[in-house]
């Protein structure tokens, strides 16, 4: 029982069946999670699970998508009733990602909220998402939100007290009753530790030499931050920045750095004008593209490239006890971890992997082929971080990306990497593909095809080296003997359908043969990937609905 002066009511209501968080979080569209009690039910389970203690703290921000402004006035009103009693909100309600799991480590909340749906398009018809993340500021373990959706499930209500709406414009602080909640600069904490990784001096130099960078904010939440650091502490001109206003639908873009949704950038890059380095970030700001002139950075390179240079930059000059990469991220990592002899982990999709071997120490630098990079200084992967890493890399070693590449694929071999994305309406389809495929995987293993054969076939089984926690089925693996590999597995953050990933790759050494066009490279790979998984016959497409 919660004594409390808050003005407290418990609300009945059916529990909703459909509350099962996916790779980040609880992500649908706008119109399920404004149904009548949806978000509510959903964050009271999260309170049931967490069992925080009475008192706590909690930090909440998100990326400003439409829906957003709303939801944290209603999650404030279940957190005070749930024996919350400091709250630490962004001023207009934004928190990068990154951003907010910095806020949550140095503030030592019991907890954070943070609102997004990451790249996915936003607005009334778009999508929304919660996740809730630990003391440490990662996110909460699968087994958490396994929990938690456990719970939403025999939910017989919610708690919730009465109070104005929060004034979330003005920075500062308020007090409801008990609870006190501070509104603060979503931006300064984040700035700070910035410039503690970084030579900001040597970046500022660097671009007084004459060189330029364009980043493109996409409307997502990075425009702040990206205003504040790289234009009043960095001072590039304004205009260095595209797309710079946070607005609920991105301006009606999919804000997600890849070439395909951040064509504009893209060709930029291939303009005689071109800036030196040209980099973009997603809606939550925890993605990344870099870009040089006429040159695309793929997200398994930069993270093996940010290792073989990691020294050279202020915050890293100890170098890392690890690294770590998603399965189906390329193995350029691992190549460079092995000439560092340092471990590198191989960790099931999705951010939280790392969470705990950043904890623990194993780990100081980790990558997505998502798109996603980061390091020990938060427990979310960061956009921001990356760009910077990059422009101070560039200032560092006086070279262009393009050059800074060569070199690495000249000593390391190239890995050549791409994704390849199907998307189909009818889900049990997909899941049966997949069905087929780990039947046939017995079989699949030692078999030959032209000169390589397959080495290993496996259903990807992860078992975590700090708690020891096990999680099954995370894709299909079909390593070749000539360094080819193909890997499948089943999105986990749509909200309709569902979307099979085929991940190419291929490491060639041949110093003669590091600069083919990717997608001539992998198309012979990416065709018989096809034909052993029967996509067609399954899903019914002849041809990915997109290539990244
Ligand atoms: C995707 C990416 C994954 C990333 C996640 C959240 O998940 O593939 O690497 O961690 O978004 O940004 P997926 O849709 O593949 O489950
Ligand atoms: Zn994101």
């Given at each position: 029982?919660?004594?409390?002066?808050?003005?407290?009511?418990?609300?009945?209501?059916?529990?909703?069946?459909?509350?099962?968080?996916?790779?980040?979080?609880?992500?649908?569209?706008?119109?399920?999670?404004?149904?009548?009690?949806?978000?509510?039910?959903?964050?009271?389970?999260?309170?049931?699970?967490?069992?925080?203690?009475?008192?706590?703290?909690?930090?909440?921000?998100?990326?400003?998508?439409?829906?957003?402004?709303?939801?944290?006035?209603?999650?404030?009103?279940?957190?005070?009733?749930?024996?919350?009693?400091?709250?630490?909100?962004?001023?207009?309600?934004?928190?990068?990602?990154?951003?907010?799991?910095?806020?949550?480590?140095?503030?030592?909340?019991?907890?954070?909220?943070?609102?997004?749906?990451?790249?996915?398009?936003?607005?009334?018809?778009?999508?929304f998402g919660l996740k809730f993340n630990t003391p440490s500021g990662g996110?909460?373990?699968?087994?958490?939100?396994?929990?938690?959706?456990?719970?939403?499930?025999?939910?017989?209500?919610?708690?919730?007290?009465?109070?104005?709406?929060?004034?979330?414009?003005?920075?500062?602080?308020?007090?409801?009753?008990?609870?006190?909640?501070?509104?603060?600069d979503p931006v300064a904490d984040y700035a700070m530790l910035m410039q503690?990784?970084?030579?900001?001096?040597?970046?500022?130099?660097?671009?007084?030499?004459?060189?330029?960078?364009?980043?493109?904010?996409?409307?997502?939440?990075?425009?702040?931050?990206?205003?504040?650091?790289?234009?009043?502490?960095?001072?590039?001109?304004?205009?260095?920045?595209?797309?710079?206003?946070?607005?609920?639908?991105?301006?009606?873009?999919?804000?997600?750095?890849?070439?395909?949704?951040?064509?504009?950038?893209?060709?930029?890059?291939?303009?005689?004008?071109?800036?030196?380095?040209?980099?973009?970030?997603?809606?939550?700001?925890?993605?990344?593209?870099?870009?040089?002139?006429?040159?695309?950075?793929?997200?398994?390179?930069?993270?093996?490239?940010?290792?073989?240079?990691?020294?050279?930059?202020?915050?890293?000059?100890?170098?890392?006890?690890?690294?770590?990469?998603?399965?189906?991220?390329?193995?350029?990592?691992?190549?460079?971890?092995?000439?560092?002899?340092?471990?590198?982990?191989?960790?099931?999709?999705?951010?939280?992997?790392?969470?705990?071997?950043?904890?623990?120490?194993?780990?100081?630098?980790?990558?997505?082929?998502?798109?996603?990079?980061?390091?020990?200084?938060?427990?979310?992967?960061?956009?921001?971080?990356?760009?910077?890493?990059?422009?101070?890399?560039?200032?560092?070693?006086?070279?262009?990306?393009?050059?800074?590449?060569?070199?690495?694929?000249?000593?390391?071999?190239?890995?050549?990497?791409?994704?390849?994305?199907?998307?189909?309406?009818?889900?049990?389809?997909?899941?049966?593909?997949?069905?087929?495929?780990?039947?046939?995987?017995?079989?699949?293993?030692?078999?030959?095809?032209?000169?390589?054969?397959?080495?290993?076939?496996?259903?990807?089984?992860?078992?975590?080296?700090?708690?020891?926690?096990?999680?099954?089925?995370?894709?299909?693996?079909?390593?070749?003997?000539?360094?080819?590999?193909?890997?499948?597995?089943?999105?986990?953050?749509?909200?309709?359908?569902?979307?099979?990933?085929?991940?190419?790759?291929?490491?060639?050494?041949?110093?003669?043969?590091?600069?083919?066009?990717?997608?001539?490279?992998?198309?012979?790979?990416?065709?018989?990937?096809?034909?052993?998984?029967?996509?067609?016959?399954?899903?019914?497409?002849?041809?990915?609905?997109?290539?990244?």
């Open positions: 029982m919660i004594v409390s002066t808050l003005d407290i009511t418990h609300i009945n209501c059916t529990p909703f069946q459909d509350q099962r968080p996916g790779t980040a979080g609880l992500r649908k569209k706008v119109s399920v999670f404004r149904q009548p009690h949806y978000l509510e039910c959903f964050v009271q389970a999260i309170f049931d699970t967490l069992k925080l203690p009475q008192g706590a703290r909690l930090v909440i921000g998100g990326d400003g998508r439409y829906h957003n402004a709303e939801a944290i006035q209603t999650i404030i009103r279940i957190a005070a009733a749930n024996g919350i009693r400091e709250i630490i909100v962004g001023q207009n309600g934004l928190l990068s990602t990154p951003a907010a799991s910095l806020v949550i480590r140095k503030y030592k909340a019991a907890a954070g909220f943070i609102l997004t749906a990451s790249h996915n398009p936003g607005g009334p018809d778009g999508d996110q909460a373990t699968e087994q958490v939100t396994e929990a938690v959706f456990r719970t939403s499930q025999q939910l017989s209500g919610y708690r919730i007290a009465s109070l104005p709406p929060v004034d979330l414009v003005r920075t500062g602080n308020t007090k409801c009753g008990e609870l006190d909640i501070q509104v603060i503690e990784l970084f030579d900001f001096a040597a970046i500022r130099t660097w671009l007084q030499d004459g060189h330029r960078i364009r980043f493109d904010a996409m409307h997502g939440v990075t425009g702040p931050y990206a205003r504040r650091i790289l234009v009043d502490l960095l001072g590039c001109p304004p205009d260095s920045i595209l797309h710079a206003e946070s607005l609920p639908d991105f301006g009606g873009l999919h804000p997600d750095p890849n070439p395909i949704d951040a064509a504009e950038l893209v060709a930029e890059s291939l303009r005689p004008d071109s800036a030196d380095l040209l980099a973009a970030s997603d809606g939550d700001g925890d993605r990344n593209m870099i870009l040089g002139p006429g040159f695309f950075l793929s997200p398994g390179d930069s993270v093996a490239m940010m290792l073989a240079s990691l020294q050279l930059l202020p915050g890293y000059r100890n170098g890392v006890a690890g690294v770590a990469r998603s399965m189906p991220t390329s193995r350029a990592l691992d190549v460079v971890a092995a000439e560092l002899g340092i471990p590198c982990y191989e960790t099931p999709t999705g951010w939280r992997f790392f969470c705990n071997l950043l904890e623990a120490g194993l780990i100081g630098l980790c990558g997505e082929e998502s798109f996603g990079t980061s390091s020990a200084h938060v427990r979310e992967k960061d956009g921001l971080w990356a760009v910077l890493f990059w422009i101070n890399l560039l200032a560092a070693r006086h070279r262009s990306l393009k050059q800074i590449a060569d070199e690495h694929w000249r000593h390391h071999g190239r890995h050549y990497y791409q994704r390849w994305d199907y998307y189909t309406a009818d889900t049990s389809r997909a899941n049966a593909m997949l069905g087929a495929l780990r039947s046939a995987l017995p079989g699949l293993c030692g078999r030959q095809f032209g000169t390589a054969q397959i080495e290993s076939a496996d259903d990807f089984h992860y078992r975590d080296p700090v708690d020891g926690s096990e999680s099954a089925h995370q894709g299909i693996r079909l390593v070749f003997s000539d360094g080819a590999r193909i890997v499948y597995r089943l999105s986990g953050t749509g909200t309709a359908g569902a979307t099979l990933r085929v991940y190419l790759e291929r490491h060639v050494r041949d110093a003669a043969a590091i600069d083919r066009p990717t997608s001539e490279v992998l198309a012979p790979l990416g065709n018989l990937a096809a034909a052993l998984a029967r996509i067609g016959e399954f899903i019914g497409a002849d041809a990915p609905t997109g290539m990244i």
